[in-house]
């Protein structure tokens, strides 16, 4: 199936954004277990694993379009702080919310329903977990001070 080259050209971009979310987490998840904030390593290691499913989707889709994929993830700078890293993954998930909405709105105009239902899905993804969860965290640490919250976050994994 042949798709229509800007909508080609717009997943691209997603999938290098997705790439670039994906790698900024899985920095923040090993500095956080180097940190011993153990609760946060595990959190940022499953939000790598969600942003992975992402772009293997966008990717897989490109595929089907026709389309060349392009593997280079934008730029980033991961945080050094924890309160930094959290702030900087919830700038780069409100930076996903807004591309991705642009999108839809793009696969819409040439009537690729099929890809904005699955960029529709990343977007709940993004807003109802990701983005949601990110908020909650620096909420917390405004309420109950940083090294509060950074208590809670330390030692054994989250179940126990």
Not at 38 to 65: N, S
Not at 146 to 151: C, K
Request: negative net charge; charged residues 30%; proline residues 4%.
């Amino acid at each position: 199936m042949q798709g229509h080259p800007e909508v080609i050209d717009c997943l691209k971009d997603l999938l290098r954004g997705e790439l670039a979310a994906r790698d900024q987490y899985f920095i923040h998840s090993r500095q956080y277990e180097d940190q011993g904030l153990t609760r946060l390593y595990e959190r940022m290691g499953h939000e790598m694993e969600e942003e992975t499913q992402h772009a293997d989707a966008i990717l897989r889709r490109i595929l089907m379009l026709g389309g060349r994929p392009d593997m280079r993830p934008h730029d980033f700078t991961p945080g050094e702080s924890a309160q930094e890293m959290l702030r900087k993954d919830l700038d780069t998930e409100y930076t996903v919310q807004a591309r991705l909405k642009a999108a839809m709105a793009l696969c819409e105009s040439h009537r690729d329903y099929v890809s904005r239902d699955m960029l529709l899905a990343q977007l709940r993804d993004t807003e109802e977990d990701h983005a949601y969860w990110l908020e909650k965290q620096l909420g917390l640490i405004e309420k109950i001070g940083l090294p509060n919250y950074l208590q809670t976050q330390a030692g054994g994994p989250s179940g126990s």
